[in-house]
């Protein structure tokens, strides 16, 4: 069983900084792609950032230059650094670990989703 539990959301004026952290947790190998996705109410879920196992990192235009997302392979681990927050920045973000290979099972490959943390931006 492998889960995913993000913390650091939280309230913020605009112009503000907040970091969200996940954890992975399980019998997990390695993680090929970790990424934040957002999901503001009425609206589809939009990808945020996305990072590699070898570090390579990319972001959704709104939040380049902004936003910062780093990971720890060894413990499965990635973060999201928000900087210079907006109103429009406001959704609940989710972490998400593709490519995920679990103890055991050597040949498939796991998607999984946390549950997700808000992020309120007031202006």
């Known amino acids: 069983q492998v889960q995913l539990v993000e913390s650091g959301g939280g309230l913020v004026q605009a112009g503000g900084s907040l970091r969200l952290s996940c954890a992975a947790s399980?019998?997990?190998?390695?993680?090929?792609?970790m990424a934040w996705y957002r999901q503001a109410p009425g609206k589809q879920r939009e990808l945020v950032a996305t990072?590699?196992?070898?570090?390579?990192?990319n972001y959704a235009g709104s939040v380049k230059g902004r936003f910062a997302i780093s990971r720890d392979n060894a413990k499965n681990t990635v973060n999201l650094q928000m900087n210079s927050l907006k109103p429009e920045d406001t959704a609940v973000y989710l972490c998400?670990?593709?490519?995920?290979?679990?103890?055991?099972?050597?040949?498939?490959?796991?998607?999984?989703w946390g549950q997700g943390t808000q992020v309120t931006v007031s202006s």
């Open positions: 399980g019998s997990i190998s390695s993680i090929d792609l």
């Open positions: 990072i590699t196992s070898g570090g390579s990192t």
């Open positions: 998400n670990a593709d490519g995920v290979v679990v103890s055991g099972l050597p040949g498939a490959r796991f998607r999984f």
